[in-house]
């Protein structure tokens, strides 16, 4: 008798253990908020996923090749958002989490966007300005069809900066053939960027920290705070929380932290770090460690430099009362059980960290109208967005019991659903 072997339906190739993650938060809220199954399921995926080869003539005369990845995972509520990273750790998997990521930000912020991600696998510190150069160029080429200002628009991420997206903007211009600023965000303001876009995510950052407080009830006038990582998210936090009266006992870069329990005068820091390249051996402050810093005792922990930082190694020494994510996914998934359970309020990345989108969606919008805002007009709006999003998820809470992060998914991924269920399923 002929035996048929059952045929092994294969998974879908951006199943990766990163984007798995990602899928089992959809699938813990969908349980949780009984979403329509077939609703469920259609965002369990990206809509789409282009993968490129991008030839790169190097600077000694061969030719390297490079992959590429723009995902686009939906694009319900509008044209794909998100932003293009540089690293040799690059993949389907990678990206089309950070995509998913990012349709949730924009829902939960009332963005008219979908989310979006794409990156390059390369390592772009061994590459020279000019290799840089050709291959944002030639990844923009290969990725041209699917992005555009009504499509899809770019914005910088890990090591790619205001530079590459002025390179985006130029290559996909010079194609359709006249100048179009809306195609990406985070572009310098002499080609229509927006002012304000630059301290955007950390002045978010310091507003979710100054509303978790309110929150929380930490009636302390100068609550403390540890920062780790002082760069674009990090140090532009530190810098307004001080100036808003908070005591910054400790900060850190990739090299180390800093601490003092009576606060640290973060603009000297600046001067120090501009001369000095580093925060470690600034004056009246004792060294620590990038793992002791984040077991600091403190009002709030900023988690501002990577992924992954609170996890079940270190998750019983943490002391702060809150954690605001400046990084995104710097708790994992036990740690946010865990620390939930033990009374600590954690204001999730999706929430935290959206003030980088809110204003690129204000520069979208300015160069689209050819009307530009003052800086003022930026920072009054994105505080508006801000609080409005930090009500929601805060009465989402106290309606439901639910963590601060999965009451801002709920959010998200109910209004993804109206609006699919609106639009219906074509054909
Ligand atoms: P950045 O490169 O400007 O700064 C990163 C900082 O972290 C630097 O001070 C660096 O020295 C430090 N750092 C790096 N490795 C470290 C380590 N192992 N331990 C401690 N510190 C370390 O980057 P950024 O723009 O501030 O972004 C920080 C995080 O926020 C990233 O996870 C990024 O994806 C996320 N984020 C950024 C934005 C944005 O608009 N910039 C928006 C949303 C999310």
């Given at each position: 008798m002929v035996t048929v072997k059952p045929v092994e339906i294969p998974g879908m190739e951006c199943e990766t253990p990163h984007f798995l993650d990602a899928q089992r938060q959809l699938d813990e809220i969908a349980l949780e908020m009984g979403l329509d199954p077939e609703l469920h399921e259609r965002l369990r995926y990206p809509k789409r996923a282009l993968i490129v080869t991008v030839p790169v003539r190097m600077d000694n005369g061969t030719v390297r090749t490079f992959t590429g990845y723009r995902v686009q995972h939906d694009v319900s509520l509008g044209p794909g958002k998100g932003g293009i990273r540089f690293h040799p750790e690059v993949n389907l998997g990678e990206v089309s989490a950070l995509a998913m990521l990012m349709t949730w930000k924009c829902a939960l912020m009332g963005l008219p966007y979908g989310g979006a991600k794409g990156g390059i696998r390369c390592e772009p510190w061994n590459l020279s300005i000019g290799e840089q150069e050709r291959l944002t160029r030639r990844y923009t080429s290969e990725i041209i069809n699917i992005?555009?200002?009504?499509?899809d628009i770019p914005a910088p991420d890990m090591y790619t900066n205001e530079q590459t997206m002025a390179w985006i903007m130029d290559t996909y211009s010079i194609n359709v053939g006249h100048t179009v600023p809306s195609v990406v965000t985070g572009k310098p303001v002499s080609i229509g960027g927006s002012l304000g876009r630059q301290e955007a995510t950390g002045r978010g950052v310091a507003f979710c920290v100054h509303r978790a407080c309110l929150e929380f009830g930490i009636t302390d006038k100068s609550p403390s705070v540890v920062v780790q990582g002082f760069g674009n998210v990090g140090g532009v936090a530190a810098r307004q929380l001080f100036d808003s009266?908070?005591?910054?006992?400790a900060v850190s870069d990739v090299h180390g932290g800093i601490y003092n329990p009576d606060g640290i005068d973060i603009p000297r820091l600046q001067a120090y770090i501009s001369e000095?390249?580093?925060?470690?051996?600034?004056?009246n402050c004792k060294n620590v460690s990038n793992a002791e810093l984040l077991t600091l005792p403190c009002d709030v922990l900023v988690p501002?430099?990577?992924?992954?930082?609170?996890?079940e190694r270190n998750m019983t020494d943490i002391k702060a009362k809150i954690i605001v994510e400046g990084?995104?996914?710097?708790?994992g998934p036990e740690a946010d059980h865990y620390l939930h359970e033990k009374g600590i309020l954690i204001v999730p990345d999706i929430l935290a960290n959206a003030g980088g989108v809110t204003v690129s969606y204000f520069e979208w919008v300015q160069g689209l109208m050819h009307l530009f805002w003052s800086e003022d007009e930026v920072n009054k709006r994105l505080e508006e967005i801000m609080g409005r999003a930090c009500d929601q998820v805060f009465a989402m809470v106290k309606k439901t019991g639910l963590r601060p992060r999965m009451a801002a998914l709920r959010l998200a991924v109910s209004r993804l659903a109206e609006a699919k269920r609106l639009r219906g399923l074509y054909p």
């Open positions: 992005i555009g200002p009504d499509k009266g908070y005591k910054v006992v000095m390249g580093r925060v470690e051996g600034f004056s501002a430099a990577l992924g992954n930082q609170i996890h990084a995104n996914g710097p708790v």
